[in-house]
């Protein structure tokens, strides 16, 4: 992290706490305003899909939380790759806007819906939200909310859900990562990336391989094995280091890589595709790229897979979290995660804090 980005978080941080820890006053102040008597919050609001005009940060109605949900006074929230697509509508079935972006926060629990259980006003918690997570408040069922450590800051906790429990389902439960084995990831440097170089940092013995923007190597060269440039021949280099090629490729450059991480895969080898950064090619949606990545997939033939005892994989947290009911599953996931945060194994990076009016 650069010594400006700490101070920024640091000065930010401190404004965050200002901000959202003071006691509602009676009739309004603190982190909630009273208009009349509709009690109002703070949000996010991305108006219509495009560009950062569309951004802005509105009043709207305060959630009261439903059977079997909880009220979150949020303290930090997460700002993803999906968040910068859904921003540009460019991903499948987009909801209509106006909308509040946002998959996860931390924060503290306001209130209870009925029915709920195991959570108290006043613990320490993060959070998956179906959108509206960019927001002063938020209410969420209870299966997507899981406790903090004491040690665990909001800005890490907000920081930690999307990018650790996708980059553990990926390794563990798809690939099932093992002592001595190697791994290409894309995006190194980036919230996954990171994730992935962390988680692989527990297992003996792993050797990973990254690609990333150039000006990031010297931030994330201690946690990556080989890494290189994001435009370089990287097949070629891996090859170079690796003549057997890779055990697991981690691909969120849809359309462009799949022909090439599929042939890095060693014998047994799990390319999993899960994400398409390559689809953003600039501020607003770019329909050009959209058809590109779309003409670029590649089509992979079952009977080479089985020839060449090759597994191909798809995964998307989203859609096991919010379409295919999975939060048990993941539930569990959360629990290890935090096992090794608290075995200080591993801690997500916080590059830079923001304050909602910040958000473009
Ligand atoms: N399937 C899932 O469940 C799931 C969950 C979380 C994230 N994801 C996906 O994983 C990817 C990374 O997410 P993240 O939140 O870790 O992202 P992030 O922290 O925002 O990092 C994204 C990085 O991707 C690279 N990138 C951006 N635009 C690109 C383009 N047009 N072509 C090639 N590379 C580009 C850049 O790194 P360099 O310039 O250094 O290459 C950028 O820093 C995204 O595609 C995201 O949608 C999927």
């Known amino acids: 992290m650069a010594k400006e980005g700490v101070e920024k978080a640091e000065e930010t941080e401190q404004m965050i706490e200002k901000e959202t820890g003071k006691e509602p006053a009676e009739g309004g102040g603190g982190g909630s305003h009273r208009l009349g008597d509709t009690q109002e919050m703070r949000a996010v609001v991305l108006a219509g899909f495009g560009g950062l005009n569309k951004l802005r ?30 921003r540009q509508g460019n991903i499948d079935n987009p909801p209509k806007t106006p909308l509040v972006p946002g998959f996860e926060c931390s924060g503290i629990v306001e209130a209870l819906g009925d029915s709920v259980k195991g959570y108290e006003i006043g613990d320490r918690v993060m959070a ?87 000006f ?29 090629g890779v055990d697991i490729v981690l691909d969120c450059l849809c359309g462009e890589n799949t022909g090439k991480g599929l042939s890095l895969l060693k014998p047994l080898g799990t390319y999993i ?4 950064s390559n689809m953003v090619t600039g501020e607003t949606k770019s329909f050009f790229s959209f058809a590109k990545s779309w003409w670029q997939v590649e089509k992979v033939n079952p009977i080479k897979l089985y020839e060449e005892n090759k597994v191909i994989a798809g995964f998307s947290l989203l859609n ?4 295919q009911g999975r939060a048990g599953l993941i539930r569990g996931v959360v629990d290890k995660l935090l096992g090794l945060y608290t075995q200080k194994k591993i801690k997500p990076t916080v590059d830079s804090l923001w304050a909602l009016e910040e958000v473009r």
Not at 69 to 78: D, H, N, P, Q, S
Not at 220 to 240: C, G, M, P
Not at 320 to 323: I, R, S, T, W
Request: hydrophobic fraction near 45%; charged fraction near 20%.
């Open 320 to 323: 096991l979290l919010f379409k």
């Open 216 to 244: 990031k190597h010297e931030a994330i060269k201690d946690s990556v094995t080989h890494l290189f440039d994001r435009n370089a021949d990287y097949v070629q280099e891996v090859k170079r280091i690796s003549a057997e």
């Open 273 to 276: 595709l899960y994400g398409s």
């Open 128 to 214: 998956f939200v179906n959108y509206n997570a960019w927001a002063e408040v938020v209410c969420t069922p209870v299966e997507f909310v899981y406790k903090i450590p004491d040690d665990m800051s909001f800005s890490e906790a907000a920081a930690f859900p999307m990018n650790f429990v996708t980059a553990y389902m990926m390794l563990f439960e798809v690939a099932n990562l093992r002592e001595g084995m190697s791994v290409l990831v894309h995006s190194a440097g980036g919230g996954v990336g990171q994730a992935v170089a962390q988680l692989c940092s527990t297992i003996p013995n792993v050797t990973v391989f990254g690609t990333a923007s150039t």
């Open 57 to 86: 940060v509105s009043r709207k109605a305060m959630p009261e939380p439903q059977d079997g949900e909880l009220k979150i006074r949020v303290k930090a929230c997460g700002l993803n790759f999906i968040d910068l697509m859904v």
